[in-house]
């Protein structure tokens, strides 16, 4: 009886884990359409600028080339704090994954400074279409950034407090696959937005 419970309770478990994995993916491919519908909206404004200056005039290369290497390095420490977890190693897993959202602090960083100075320099989210289109996109994959280094900091004090569980499996697997997807937005980004922006 007793034997017929526990098993009764595991099926449970996986059970519910599974419905979470696949809740989440619901939500990457809601997230795929909302970028989708923001990234038409740009290439349908990004040539209305009102008469006034285009993304040449202020895009820096330095600077979103330097974002591009941050947030490319983040995905791979990332996987290696996946690699570390199969390997049942809570110190180095916990370490990438410190590594990890301190690179994403530093690129949200590099972007606040990089709209800090577009806007100090005259191009507001009101100036043109083009650049209401430019900011919507750019500052909802920062914003989406943000929630994954918040979502981080509390797997890994969860991480601290419980160790490797199925729970907390489950947990790194889901943030680094929304970490690769977010270094997926990116590379589109970087291609669509930055470098057809500056030729």
């Not at 916990?94 to 959202?101: A, C, K, R």
Request: hydrophobic fraction near 50%; include cysteine.
């Amino acid at each position: 009886m007793a034997y017929a419970t526990a098993h009764h309770e595991e099926h449970h478990h996986e059970h519910d884990e599974e419905i979470k994995v696949m809740g989440f993916w619901i939500f990457l491919v809601t997230d795929c359409i909302l970028f989708g519908a923001l990234f038409a909206t740009y290439a349908v404004l990004v040539n209305h600028t009102a008469g006034g200056l285009t993304g040449k005039e202020f895009f820096e290369v330095p600077g979103f080339v330097s974002e591009t290497f941050i947030l490319l390095t983040s995905s791979f420490t990332s996987g290696l704090a996946v690699l570390s977890m199969h390997k049942g190693k809570i110190k180095p897993l916990i370490g990438w994954l410190i590594v990890t959202l301190l690179l994403g602090v530093c690129f949200v960083g590099l972007e606040i400074h990089e709209f800090q100075t577009m806007v100090h320099e005259g191009a507001t989210i009101s100036t043109s279409a083009f650049f209401t289109a430019f900011y919507t996109l750019v500052s909802t994959h920062g914003l989406h950034v943000s929630v994954g280094i918040i979502w981080m900091i509390s797997i890994t004090i969860q991480l601290k407090r419980y160790g490797i569980t199925s729970v907390t499996k489950r947990k790194v697997t889901i943030i680094s696959l929304y970490w690769h997807f977010l270094d997926a937005v990116w590379i589109f980004l970087y291609t669509v937005v930055y470098l057809m922006g500056v030729m």
